[in-house]
């Protein structure tokens, strides 16, 4: 059983900067890929980026690939999202997510642990 707990979102202008982070419960951190995803209002949750358990390979979704960077750190069980360039469009529920393989996937029914969500609002 793994527990994730998001922070740092909050309200930033376009154009600006801003990084979430997400702790986890896990005593092998390593061995779990870890992934975001989001959620802006009235629409369904989309997948962000994900690194796989060691950092070493990172994907990301076409809408963020360029402006967003994901990191972890392992003996922190942490793993950080850092947002830049930022668009109204990013405006969501930021969403934490450890998938029980070292391997990162973009489906969100892939992956078994869910944090509770950091609201980033992106004001322009």
């Known amino acids: 059983q793994v527990q994730l707990v998001e922070s740092g979102g909050g309200l930033v202008q376009a154009g600006g900067s801003l990084k979430v982070s997400c702790v986890a419960s896990a005593r092998t951190f390593s061995g779990y890929a870890m992934g975001w995803f989001r959620q802006a209002p009235g629409k369904e949750r989309t997948f962000v980026a994900f690194?796989?358990?060691?950092?070493?390979?990172?994907y990301y979704s076409d809408s963020v690939k360029g402006r967003f960077t994901i990191s972890r750190d392992i003996p922190k069980t942490t793993v950080y999202l850092l947002m830049n360039s930022l668009k109204p469009e990013d405006t969501a529920v930021y969403y934490c997510?450890?998938?029980?393989?070292?391997?990162?996937?973009?489906?969100?029914?892939?992956?078994?642990?869910w944090g509770q969500g950091t609201q980033v609002t992106v004001s322009s």
């Open positions: 690194v796989s358990g060691s950092g070493r390979i990172k």
């Open positions: 997510a450890a998938r029980a393989s070292i391997l990162g996937s973009s489906y969100e029914n892939e992956y078994d642990y």
